[in-house]
């Protein structure tokens, strides 16, 4: 059973909508992460949480708001979509202090602004 | 980004055929992971490195923290092995804070029969 889930898995809006995306993870991971990957640029980080009411601001933030509600939840806000946020996002989970901390992902969100 | 270079861009291997992959690191990393982004978009992680090397399967991987860089060795490849490979570095230098990962742009590996 897929331990990092997310929805939508696809999604279009248009230049100015509002979007949630959302993901779950079942791992007991206190770090969640939220990435855009765009080709050339591989995956950038946009934020990330060391728990519950936690938001830390990653690498390309701007445009972007997230809200990590609990431990299992954490969503990503696209309150102005606009075309330079089209791309495919993917939510990571991680647990750094167990053996190793290797993020898992979930299977991705493919967002189109319109 | 450019703190984390791979190379090449992207390569095309015969079915059965061994191949490198490579990482640069501008500065310096601490743990290295290597991802698998099948053609359907999916993630999977490979391997999970402090400095030295791994080996599951038919992929080897080795992690030299002093010379910046990172090797993903591919032996007798099969057809579904091809997707996009990442790697990823951690390092306080590289990213700021702790535990964020900087990737490069992959790897993009087609095998073919």
């Known amino acids: 059973e897929a331990a990092v889930t997310q929805s939508p898995r696809n999604k279009v809006t248009v230049t100015g909508g509002n979007v949630t995306l959302s993901c779950r993870q079942t791992n007991s991971h206190n770090y969640m992460y939220w990435y855009r990957q765009d080709t050339g640029h591989g995956l950038r980080l946009i934020h990330y949480?060391?728990?519950?009411?936690?938001?830390q601001i990653g690498d390309v933030p701007d445009g972007y708001k997230a809200t990590r509600t609990t431990q299992e939840d954490f969503f990503l806000l696209l309150e102005l979509a606009s075309p330079s946020q089209t791309s495919l996002y993917f939510c990571?989970?991680?647990?750094?202090?167990?053996?190793?901390?290797?993020?898992?992902f979930g299977p991705g969100t493919r967002l189109l602004v319109l | 980004g450019d703190k984390v270079k791979q190379s090449p861009s992207a390569l095309s291997l015969q079915e059965g055929t061994n191949s490198a992959l490579r990482c640069n690191f501008s500065?310096?990393?601490?743990?290295v992971q290597w991802f698998l982004q099948n053609p359907r978009g999916s993630l999977m992680n490979l391997f999970y490195?402090?400095?030295g090397t791994k080996e599951n399967g038919r992929l080897k991987s080795a992690f030299d923290s002093k010379e910046s860089y990172s090797t993903l060795h591919i032996r007798d490849a099969q057809l579904e092995d091809s997707g996009t490979y990442f790697c990823a570095a951690e390092g306080a230098m590289l990213s700021g804070s702790f535990n964020k990962l900087t990737f490069g742009a992959g790897t993009r590996l087609a095998v073919c029969p």
């Open positions: 949480s060391y728990g519950a009411g936690n938001l």
């Open positions: 990571a989970s991680s647990d750094p202090w167990g053996p190793q901390d290797t993020q898992y």
């Open positions: 490195l402090v400095p």
């Open positions: 500065i310096a990393a601490t743990t």
